[in-house]
């Protein structure tokens, strides 16, 4: 591992909101540890915006890859920022962390999709609430830290690997037993929530609820209402999508 001690987030300007959510908790580590965090909005007016970008690429030591359509969209991500990140993440040891903003081609591309995810392609920011989402920043905040404090020799592998917590494993098994509910009993109006919790044996109610909203915000699920009651039902998406992630 080289002496690099550089955060570096490479995002799309269509997403900077995103961006500037993140940096409100990644500025504690630049206040309190003076880590150097580098984003293209600390390029000066009239400076070299392409050599400011290569200077700061190359003291990175931790590459946070803010990734979306409007990311994977972008000629100049893929062309100049991405490269660099990549030959640094395999000759000097970087890091890279990519976040899911929304649904793309993530999982498609060789380059990138080889990176444990530091939230599931198929959970994005924009799929989750405010909590949720400070909870992710958190979580990548603390990673960030631990990582820059390394030694430069430590080969430590991130926290943020394929080990789900134990919270997320409940979480998964849950939207595992709605999803086969909704793949067994296939009603021509659909089920309404009474109906998935009862087939489903689930503990509690709420999280049968959680992952049904959850499910139909993703576009899986779909919504009927009828006589004041609303009916969920599978989507065309939401089967081929079943198929793919899903063996119940």
Known sequence: MS???????????????????????????????QFTIWEDSKIEVGADWRDEIYKALSNTKIAILMVSANFIASDFINNEELPALLTA?????????????????????????????????????????????????????????????????????PIVDNLPSLEEYQAALVRASVISVFRTHTEKLGLTIKQVYELSKIERRKNVVRVIHELEALGILTKTKVEQLSYYKITDFGTTFIKEYYTI
């Open 3 to 33: 002496n690099r001690q550089g955060v570096f987030i490479s995002y799309s300007k269509k997403d900077a909101k995103w961006l500037d959510l993140l940096r409100v908790h990644l500025s504690y580590l630049e206040r309190e540890y």
């Open 89 to 157: 993440a395999e000759q000097e040891g970087a890091y890279i962390f990519p976040i899911i903003i929304s649904h793309c081609m993530f999982s498609d591309i060789d380059a990138i999709s080889k990176f444990q995810t530091v939230n599931p392609p198929t959970e994005p920011l924009v799929a989750m609430d405010d909590g949720q989402r400070d909870a992710l920043f958190v979580k990548v905040t603390q990673e960030v830290k631990r990582v820059l404090s390394l030694p430069a020799n430590d080969s430590s592998s």
